[in-house]
């Protein structure tokens, strides 16, 4: 090769092909920078579009969770509040008629109790004696208040059961078994003990 095919492949590569590019890329970048940009702008814009969209929806749902689930919740809630009103009520008036409203059946007289055999026995046995006799009986019973425990002759007799009080009727004088009988019957009316009376004084 010459010195002068020499000089102008060097011409080529260090002057005509740098200014070559220069030139191409004074003209083609422009392009590439606006095609690199309008690519970003609409990759930006799709992005943005995407999240204003799970936005608004998470928005929708949460005014529905709200609108539709607050008045479920607040009726369960009311209804759980009026459960739990009406069983504490139940409560406190089952405890209320237990200690202090008086019971309906309490108001209710009860029956007069049914005459003993003991006493029948007595009047039966009274009606079989002799008419004066038993006149004078009666009217001293009826006339003679109810004595009191201490003036009896059995000591203690409010603490003596039927049963001790009948082991000491044995060898009391009549008055004393008339005595007895008395404050038993304006007492306790014992039919053991009474009917013990009558046996020892027939």
């Known amino acids: 090769m010459s010195d002068n095919g020499k000089t102008e492949r060097a011409l080529d590569l260090l002057v005509y092909a740098p200014v070559g590019v220069a030139l191409y890329l004074r003209d083609t970048v422009p392009t590439f920078v606006n095609l690199f940009v309008s690519r970003g702008k609409a990759e930006?814009?799709?992005?943005?579009?995407?999240a204003q969209?799970?936005?608004?929806?998470a928005r929708a749902m949460g005014e529905f969770a709200v609108n539709f689930g607050g008045p479920k919740v607040?009726?369960?809630?009311e209804k759980g509040i009026a459960l739990a009103r009406k069983g504490a009520e139940s409560v406190l008036g089952g405890t209320e008629d237990e200690?202090?409203?008086p019971d309906a059946a309490a108001d209710v007289p009860s029956p007069p109790p049914a005459p003993?055999?003991?006493r029948a026995a007595a009047n039966s046995k009274a009606a079989s004696r002799p008419a004066g006799k038993s006149t004078k009986t009666t009217t001293t019973k009826t006339a003679a208040p109810a004595p009191a425990a201490t003036t009896?002759?059995?000591?203690?007799?409010?603490?003596?059961?039927?049963?001790?009080?009948?082991?000491?009727?044995d060898g009391l004088p009549a008055g004393d078994l008339d005595a007895v009988r008395a404050y038993e019957e304006a007492h306790r009316a014992r039919r053991t003990i009474l009917y013990k009376i009558e046996q020892l004084t027939s």
């Open 99 to 101: 200690d202090g409203a």
């Open 116 to 118: 003993r055999p003991d």
């Open 44 to 50: 930006l814009g799709q992005r943005r579009q995407q």
């Open 74 to 77: 607040r009726e369960h809630v």
């Open 152 to 169: 009896l002759v059995i000591p203690d007799y409010d603490e003596l059961s039927a049963s001790q009080v009948v082991e000491r009727l």
């Open 53 to 57: 969209d799970q936005v608004a929806q």
